[in-house]
């Protein structure tokens, strides 16, 4: 058997998409350590520092899907290349920031950019790479994506504490302005089956969340029973009965209903969803807490969070390689119910006299739990489909994610705010943390619905999805 020699060429594509990766994943997280420190600077209520985190994710989910759509048709390179582009030009407007507005502003523009960057980046990696040599590729561009969601908090800490701020943001800029004329001189392009790109579907979702989540942020501020908040969730509602309705008869819907007709990909990403809504929740105050109550700098504080993030790099290799023997169910399950009792210890143990000891413990039950539990629900949702819809069930599973994280901040901020918010961050981050058991929990009963072993074939006819066993 000869040896399988990887190309220059392909070498390039593996650097450059893996650095435009990193961009778009480290400003997920980026901000956690952060957060504390903006918002004595720009005198950002717990409702504002939402919007800055949710704003990025927001836009980032809702247009994941569209800009995979354009990519395939206008051209990944040039869209990969425009998406980091935006994505530059919205960092130096975050650093240039002087009001929560305008900072919000800018995380959204953020947010359209690495919509462009993400689902392009795994397009052209499938591209330039044979498929004897495509798990590889991706192995390395998942491993170094993996990293930057994880150095998120330190590299935020550092970055605050050594310099400011503003600087979490500035950092993005010299990257990208080096990285653009080499995605345009060293990678090929490349280009898929050419998709309608659904605009009233985009627009649809787009609204329908944003009507469903901004309810539930502003439902503490206006009050649950007001007209806005009401109305707001009454229109999210609907918009979202229009969005399934328009998806069941698009000709080419950006997501295809019938996919869901297929239990594990449905109990896969409805897991993934609820993993993601209490990991972004409890990332959202965890690094305040350090710092409010345990007197921590941003530093510390994003240091203090590895007990948790490290147990990606140990659990996760192995439990990726178990999946294949004994299948998803029992990893989806276990990695969410262990990050249940994590965040609940956490919610037990968090009080003004607590040392950071006391924290260690269940910091590692909750990231073992989802570091078990992450590449099997993926490996569940993306394996339930035939090859051929891999490209779409991925953007389905990735907007499921970032819309997971959104509505996870926006509950845990709720119910932080209901139980005094910073005026008694004790009570409300417990209660806060508390809500994060409960989602991790959830997720874990939906993981029961996939099937212990995958013993069917999936075909596409005619946008619908039929089992055949």
Same mark, same amino acid.
């Given at each position: 058997?000869?040896?399988?020699v #990887?190309?220059?060429e392909?070498?390039?594509v593996?650097?450059?998409? =893996? ?6 994943a480290? *400003?997920?997280? @980026?901000?956690?350590?952060?957060? +504390? ?8 209520s717990?409702?504002?520092? &939402? ?39 919205a ?8 009001s929560?507005?305008?900072?919000i ?35 390395i561009f ?25 600087w ?5 800029? $010299?990257?990208?302005v080096?990285t ?8 090929p392009?490349?280009r898929?089956? /050419?998709?309608?790109?659904d ?13 469903? @989540? ?11 029973? =007001?007209?806005?908040v009401i ?21 080419e819907?950006?997501v ?5 007709r ?13 993993l993601t ?13 350090m ?19 490290? +147990? ?9 390689r178990?999946v294949?023997?004994?299948? &998803?169910r029992p ?9 249940a ?5 956490i919610?037990l143990?968090?009080? $003004?006299?607590m040392?950071?000891?006391?924290f260690?413990a ?22 339930s489909?035939?090859? &051929?819809s891999?490209? !779409?069930? =991925?953007g !389905? ?7 997971g994280?959104?509505?996870?901040? /926006?509950?845990?901020?709720a119910?932080f705010?209901?139980a ?5 961050? *004790?009570?409300?981050? #417990? ?5 994060c ?5 959830a ?6 619905? !996939?099937?212990a072993?995958?013993? #069917?074939d ?7 999805? &039929?089992?055949?066993?």
């Open positions: 058997m000869s040896k399988q #990887t190309t220059v392909q070498r390039w593996l650097a450059l998409t =893996s650095i435009g990766s990193v961009m778009v480290l *400003d997920v997280l @980026v901000v956690a350590a952060a957060l +504390t420190t903006i918002r004595r600077d720009l005198g950002a717990i409702e504002q520092l &939402e919007w800055t985190v949710n704003a990025y994710s927001l836009s980032f989910a809702m247009l994941l899907m569209t800009a995979a759509a354009i990519g395939d048709r206008w051209g990944r390179r040039r869209t990969f290349a425009a998406g980091l582009a935006l994505f530059t030009v960092s130096i407007g975050c650093a240039l920031a002087t929560v507005p305008w900072l502003a800018a995380r959204t523009v953020q947010g359209i950019g690495a919509a462009a960057v993400m689902p392009l980046a795994m397009g052209l990696l499938g591209a330039a790479f044979p498929p004897e040599r495509r798990g590889w590729a991706t192995g998942s491993g170094v994506t993996g990293l930057a969601v994880l150095g998120g908090p330190v590299v935020g800490g550092v970055v605050t504490e050594g310099l400011a701020w503003q979490i943001f500035w950092i993005n800029v $010299p990257v990208g080096l653009i004329p080499l995605v345009l001189r060293w990678i392009e490349s898929g089956v /050419a998709r309608r790109v605009l009233a579907g985009a627009t649809l979702i787009t609204l329908a969340v944003l009507g469903l @989540v901004w309810g539930v942020v502003r439902g503490e501020v206006a009050g649950w029973a =007001s007209l806005e109305g707001s969730m009454v229109v999210g509602a609907l918009l979202l009965l229009g969005f399934l309705a328009w998806e069941g008869r698009a000709r819907p950006m295809p209903l019938g996919f869901f297929v239990p594990a990909f449905s109990a896969a990403n409805t897991a993934s969803f609820f809504a209490a990991l972004l929740g409890a990332v959202f105050f965890l690094a305040q807490f710092q409010v109550v345990l007197g921590s700098g941003p530093l510390k504080a994003g240091l203090q969070l590895l007990p948790w993030t490290a +147990t990606l790099f140990l659990v996760a290799p192995i439990a990726g178990l294949d023997r004994f299948g &998803e990893f989806v399950v276990t990695g969410l119910t262990l990050q009792v994590g965040m609940s210890w919610a143990v968090a009080g $003004p006299g040392q950071y000891y006391e260690v269940p910091l590692i039950v909750a990231g073992c739990g989802v570091s078990m539990a992450m590449p099997a629900a993926q490996s569940a949702a993306i394996g489909l035939p090859r &051929e891999v490209g !779409i069930a =991925s !389905i599973y990735g907007m499921g994610r970032q819309v994280g959104v509505a996870g901040v /926006a509950i845990a901020a119910v705010a209901a005094g918010g910073y005026q008694s961050f *004790d009570g409300g981050f #417990t209660r806060a943390m508390a809500v058991g409960v989602l991790s929990l997720g874990g009963l939906a993981g029961l619905g !996939i099937s072993r995958r013993s #069917t999936v075909v596409v006819v005619t946008g619908q999805v &039929e089992e055949r066993v």
